[in-house]
Nanobody, 118 residues
Framework: QVQLVESGGGLVQTGGSLRLSCVAS????????MGWYRQAPGKQRELVAI???????NYADSVKGRFNISRDNAKNTVYLQMNSLQSEDTAIYYC????????????WGQGTQVAVSS
């Protein structure tokens, strides 16, 4: 079935940048929605950014102006460019995809750790 494979997590200093990538494989149809969520210790999982197949985007207020989401529909790949990273951005980041094939299917990546040192 469908798998989401993530890469790009790691440790960075405050003010640094990181780029996350996620490839959706094994799908017989394109993903309508792709995006990123994150979860910090003791907090609920929250939306970071999503992007629709037509290119429209939505960002959490906390990352607007710092993060940029993009996608390559031909490769079923979504990217998250993270700039001006802060310690508050430290979390496990999860790739997310949603696909309509008569009913909605949701897929999640395994998560990748992003740590920002203060």
């Amino acid at each position: 079935q469908v798998q989401l494979v993530e890469s790009g997590g790691g440790l960075v200093q405050t003010g640094g940048s990181l780029r996350l990538s996620c490839v959706a494989s094994g799908s017989s149809a394109s993903m309508n929605i792709m995006g990123w969520y994150r979860q910090a210790p003791g907090k609920q999982r929250e939306l970071v950014a999503i992007i629709i197949s037509d290119g429209t985007t939505n960002y959490a207020d906390s990352v607007k102006g710092r993060f940029n989401i993009s996608r390559d529909n031909a490769k079923n790949t979504v990217y998250l460019q993270m700039n001006s990273l802060q310690s508050e951005d430290t979390a496990i980041y999860y790739c997310y995809a949603k696909q309509l094939r008569f009913i909605w299917y949701e897929y999640w990546g395994q998560g990748t750790q992003v740590a920002v040192s203060s």
